[in-house]
């Protein structure tokens, strides 16, 4: 799991054991020297609770309808993005209160949101071919 701390750090967590526990992990700035970096484990559990209460079976679900079937396409890898972009308006849209209430931003989200709604395409694409 990938997260993007800023533009120019990202965070590799190797285990589920660091995640939870806060370890330090390294990570690699551009001077090619190793930094620790402390995980905020409380804000990455909310990221994750976020996700999953709203990227659902059934919003999943409705962005195909509303990207394809509604306008006579049909599903394919290449129309991701449009796929994701439909995703994220709808919960943008939709969840912003809740967003705020669990003191996150758009932006602790919209990653873990796309990548997310980019594997469940993935897998509906494999389903449905």
Same mark, same amino acid.
């Given at each position: ?14 285990? !589920?054991?660091? *995640?939870? +526990?806060?370890?330090?992990?390294? %990570?690699?700035?551009? @001077?090619? %020297? ?6 905020? %484990?409380?804000?990455? !559990?909310?990221?994750? &609770? ?5 990227? +659902? ?11 394809? +079937?509604? !306008? !006579? ?8 993005? =449009?796929?994701?972009?439909?995703? @994220? ?5 939709? &969840?912003?209160? +809740? ?8 932006? =602790?989200?919209?990653?873990?949101? *796309?990548?997310? *709604? ?12």
């Amino acid at each position: 799991m990938m997260l993007r701390i800023n533009n120019d750090i990202e965070i590799e967590l190797i285990s !589920n054991y660091e *995640a939870q +526990t806060g370890v330090l992990n390294f %990570v690699r700035g551009s @001077s090619k %020297v190793k930094t620790p970096v402390e995980i905020d %484990v409380e804000k990455m !559990n909310s990221v994750n &609770e976020f996700v999953d209460y709203c990227v +659902t079976e059934n919003r999943l679900n409705q962005g195909i309808e509303q990207v394809f +079937t509604c !306008n !006579n396409l049909r599903p394919d890898i290449k129309n991701t993005g =449009d796929f994701i972009k439909w995703i @994220s308006k709808d919960i943008l849209k939709e &969840e912003t209160d +809740t967003l705020v209430k669990s003191d996150l931003i758009w932006k =602790d989200v919209s990653g873990v949101i *796309a990548k997310k *709604a980019s594997q469940w395409f993935k897998e509906y694409l494999d389903s449905n071919l």
